[in-house]
């Protein structure tokens, strides 16, 4: 559920989904990570768009 989550959220925000999930992956999201970055891995942020745009 998490995952398909992630796509259709991907997908709302137009951004490529194959992109946008190797994006994800190569951040390696934890718990350690500021706020702000992990606002910049959310697929509405500037930073995920300007990486991960079709």
Do not use: F, G
């Amino acid at each position: 559920a998490i995952v398909y989550t992630i796509v259709e959220m991907a997908k709302a925000n137009d951004l490529n989904t194959y992109k946008y999930l190797t994006y994800l992956l190569s951040q390696r999201p934890n718990d350690k990570m500021s706020d702000e970055q992990l606002e910049q891995l959310a697929p509405w942020s500037e930073t995920a768009k300007a990486n991960c745009q079709n």
